[in-house]
């Protein structure tokens, strides 16, 4: 892997973020199903890794062929569904690290309805055809369980309904899928604690162009770095009113005591007065928390994230990859639990962050270094290919 130098405190002056990754997975498996050329699609900053084995998934629809979904979880949970329902008797392998990532109850799930599944962690097979009807599923593991479902209930004949038998954690991850599926004609009945879709429903293809919109979590390290560093950044192509959980990253940065204004489409954010203000819960945000962490770490005072304990189940454990970058680089947190304590100091020291192959850290690591009395070095800088093709070049960050 390689090593990054971290020298430039200054950040690009107007950065315009790439389009949101988690609505391109669904746009990109929507489309494909409703035979929606992906043209029509105007996703902003190209395909990611991500995305592009999401792509490659879905040009496999009408093949069968075997689908490596490398170290992509959203592209498991949402296609191995999808594909069941389309009755294809499929093959399935990924990296390292995603096969360690949670499936079970999903494919419990799938199971119960039809399908046949070898193993109950990658590389597996599946056969047999995906029914409709009444689903259950644990709502704190992963809301990517319920998006699968419902992308792939469509193409089932009788639809069905999908209900939680806990507490949904990431809600706002299943509220993009709706408002995606509605944008390809397939309306959902959403409740409390279930989703329905109707028996009628139907993808539709478009023949328009469907623009996805910035991408907040991708955001989230270019507000730190003008938050904690020098000079303002005017951060670009995000949609104010977003239905996106990391939108909540400006409110932070304000209740921090960073200054940010919206205006002529853009975010434009600069240091304040930075002080912490208690505990955050993120269970509806967990991608920010390397980005607020870093915050956290030279703000006055003590932060505590809660809700963490989903980030342990990422590209790494996440939480305690955190946990070390900061530490790291002279600053001081704990970890404990499904909690992040990070105490603030007046600045970073500098050092080696182990990126641990997880594009947040590698880029939370960059934001750091606004920050940071001397260097930051980070141990695997090509790692944010997975969500930002083109990190260094378009942020300025190294």
């Not at 299943?174 to 329905?196: C, N, Y």
Request: charged share 25%; aromatic share 6%.
């Amino acid at each position: 892997m390689s090593e990054v130098l971290l020298t430039n405190r200054r950040w690009n002056e107007t950065i315009v973020v790439p389009s949101s990754k988690a609505l391109a997975h669904r746009a990109i498996i929507c489309a494909g199903l409703s035979e929606t050329p992906l043209e029509n699609l105007r996703i902003r900053g190209g395909l990611s890794d991500d995305l592009l084995v999401t792509a490659a998934a879905v040009a496999k629809f009408h093949s069968g062929a075997d689908v490596d979904f490398g170290e992509s979880g959203s592209s498991l949970r949402f296609l191995v569904p999808v594909f069941a329902a389309l009755g294809k008797r499929m093959r399935f392998t990924g990296g390292e690290r995603l096969s360690e990532r949670p499936i079970a109850p999903l494919l419990s799930e799938l199971a119960r309805h039809g399908v046949r599944i070898s193993a109950e962690r990658l590389p597996f097979e599946i056969s047999g055809n995906l029914d409709g009807g009444e689903f259950v599923l644990p709502g704190n593991v992963s809301s990517q369980f319920v998006t699968g479902l419902l992308l792939a209930l469509p193409l089932t004949e009788k639809g069905g309904v999908v209900r939680l038998s806990s507490p949904l954690e990431s809600k706002p991850y299943v509220d993009m899928t709706v408002q995606i599926l509605s944008k390809f004609g397939v309306a959902v009945e959403a409740g409390e604690d279930f989703w329905r879709v109707p028996p009628s429903s139907r993808y539709c293809r478009r023949d328009d162009v469907l623009e996805i919109e910035g991408d907040w979590s991708s955001a989230a390290f270019p507000m730190v770095a003008a938050a904690i560093g020098s000079e303002a950044i005017a951060v670009g192509g995000l949609k104010e009113d977003s239905l996106q959980g990391d939108r909540r990253i400006a409110d932070l940065l304000v209740q921090f005591g960073a200054h940010v204004d919206f205006h002529d489409g853009m975010c434009v954010v600069s240091r304040g007065s930075l002080r912490a203000f208690g505990d955050i819960d993120v269970h509806d945000m967990p991608d920010s928390v390397p980005a607020l962490a870093v915050l956290a770490g030279v703000s006055e005072g003590v932060t505590r994230f809660t809700h963490c304990g989903r980030l342990r189940l990422k590209e790494s454990d996440r939480l305690e990859a955190v946990r070390s970058m900061i530490v790291a680089l002279g600053g001081r947190a704990t970890a404990c639990g499904d909690a992040l304590e990070v105490h603030g100091v007046e600045r970073y020291a500098g050092g080696i962050v182990d990126g641990c192959n997880d594009h947040r850290i590698v880029m939370a690591a960059a934001a750091a270094a606004c920050a940071s009395s001397g260097c930051v070095r980070s141990i695997g800088g090509e790692a944010v290919s997975k969500s930002w093709k083109n990190f260094w070049q378009e942020t300025g960050a190294k």
